[in-house]
């Protein structure tokens, strides 16, 4: 079996104590690749091209000390651990350099292949361990605002979403509209495919929607096959040709159950507020709901805006 190279750069502009860590490492069971730099500036040059496991960092550098140098990126992402290397009865500098984000410290006079060894794989092992619990919270995020069948944004997220960007466009005088999508008779689907087919075609639907909005757009899963896309920064005439697309794209859709085509179409109801009074959650669902109404009851397939004269809209 292959053993892994683990890659060391060493901050350290005495030669003496490069040559004492080049040393140990060279003695180790493990395998070891070292850079050395001798300044916090061109250690932050060899990150920006360079990846590393590990950076042993010297307390006493010119210009910029170790310390600072370990607050100033302690805490940036794709930056590796930390071990600081210190003198000889330096314990108060190595208790800075843990609180300032360290991992370990050592001092010169008692690194040897063991010490040095089991300090760095110790490190590395709590940074693996930190990651992945990092990842485990994002995870935890990420399915806490995400429809689990879609993708999607859900319902919850929307509505928090919903607030902010109101706000938002309160305060900055910035356009805001609402879409509101339904799949035209999608239960049929459901009743001459089954459910599982329903849930296929729910999921390239959302692909499709997520393909054709854009980055700022706020996407969600409103329940069933409903669906919302909020576009900041959109008045009337942006939002209706984002719901054409949309419509568009979801028709374009080649779905098949066995060998069964099946035909998809929506129909989309816009809102974009003319007042700032209006800008307030549920007058912007309402409303694009509403429209979405005036869209169903004049044929499907089709966009309409709130703005024109509708069947039992307020």
Same mark, same amino acid.
């Given at each position: 079996?292959?053993?892994?190279?683990?890659?060391?750069?060493?901050?350290?502009?005495?030669?003496?104590?490069?040559?004492?860590?080049?040393?140990?490492?060279?003695?180790?069971?493990?395998?070891?690749?070292?850079?050395?730099?001798?300044?916090?500036?061109?250690?932050?040059?060899?990150?920006?091209?360079?990846?590393?496991?590990?950076?042993?960092?010297?307390?006493?550098?010119?210009?910029?000390?170790?310390?600072?140098?370990?607050?100033?990126?302690?805490?940036?992402?794709?930056?590796?651990?930390?071990?600081?290397?210190?003198?000889?009865?330096?314990?108060?500098?190595?208790?800075?350099?843990?609180?300032?984000?360290?991992?370990?410290?050592?001092?010169?006079?008692?690194?040897?292949?063991?010490?040095?060894?089991?300090?760095?794989?110790?490190?590395?092992?709590?940074?693996?361990?930190?990651?992945?619990?990092?990842?485990?919270?994002?995870?935890?995020?990420?399915?806490?605002?995400?429809?689990?069948?879609?993708?999607?944004?859900?319902?919850?997220? #929307?509505? $928090?979403?919903?607030?902010?960007?109101? =706000?938002? *466009? +309160?305060?900055? @005088?910035?356009?805001?509209? %609402?879409?509101?999508?339904?799949?035209?008779?999608?239960?049929?689907?459901?009743?001459?495919?089954?459910?599982?087919?329903?849930?296929?075609?729910?999921?390239?639907?959302?692909?499709?929607?997520?393909?054709?909005?854009?980055?700022?757009?706020?996407?969600?899963?409103?329940?069933?096959?409903?669906?919302?896309?909020?576009?900041?920064?959109?008045?009337?005439?942006?939002?209706?040709?984002?719901?054409?697309?949309?419509?568009?794209?979801?028709?374009?859709?080649?779905?098949?159950?066995?060998?069964?085509?099946?035909?998809?179409?929506?129909?989309?109801?816009?809102?974009?507020?003319?007042?700032?009074?209006?800008?307030?959650?549920?007058? #912007?669902? $309402?409303?694009?709901?509403?429209?979405? =109404?005036? *869209? +169903?009851?004049? @044929?499907?397939?089709?966009? %309409?805006?709130?703005?024109?004269?509708?069947?039992?809209?307020?």
């Amino acid at each position: 079996m292959t053993k892994t190279t683990l890659r060391v750069l060493v901050v350290e502009d005495n030669p003496g104590d490069v040559g004492l860590v080049r040393a140990a490492l060279e003695e180790s069971t493990v395998i070891f690749e070292v850079d050395n730099v001798t300044s916090a500036r061109s250690c932050r040059r060899a990150l920006e091209t360079e990846r590393y496991d590990i950076i042993l960092l010297d307390y006493s550098l010119p210009g910029e000390n170790g310390l600072d140098f370990l607050r100033s990126i302690s805490g940036k992402k794709n930056v590796p651990p930390v071990i600081m290397l210190t003198g000889q009865g330096d314990e108060l500098i190595a208790k800075d350099a843990i609180r300032g984000g360290a991992r370990d410290y050592c001092a010169k006079g008692r690194i040897n292949s063991t010490t040095l060894t089991r300090a760095i794989l110790e490190a590395l092992e709590v940074a693996r361990l930190e990651a992945e619990e990092e990842r485990q919270r994002e995870e935890t995020d990420k399915r806490a605002v995400t429809d689990p069948l879609t993708g999607l944004y859900n319902r919850n997220y #929307l509505g $928090d979403a919903l607030e902010k960007e109101c =706000r938002r *466009a +309160k305060r900055y @005088g910035s356009p805001l509209s %609402c879409l509101m999508l339904d799949l035209d008779d999608f239960k049929e689907v459901n009743d001459r495919h089954g459910h599982l087919e329903g849930d296929s075609v729910l999921r390239q639907v959302a692909i499709a929607i997520g393909n054709s909005v854009r980055e700022i757009d706020i996407a969600a899963r409103y329940g069933g096959d409903e669906f919302c896309i909020l576009a900041p920064e959109t008045g009337l005439e942006g939002a209706m040709q984002l719901a054409e697309r949309l419509r568009f794209a979801i028709a374009a859709m080649e779905l098949h159950a066995g060998r069964h085509r099946i035909a998809i179409t929506a129909s989309i109801g816009v809102f974009s507020p003319a007042t700032m009074n209006q800008l307030r959650p549920t007058t #912007l669902l $309402d409303r694009a709901d509403a429209a979405l =109404r005036k *869209a +169903k009851l004049t @044929g499907k397939n089709q966009v %309409c805006d709130y703005t024109i004269p509708s069947i039992g809209v307020a």
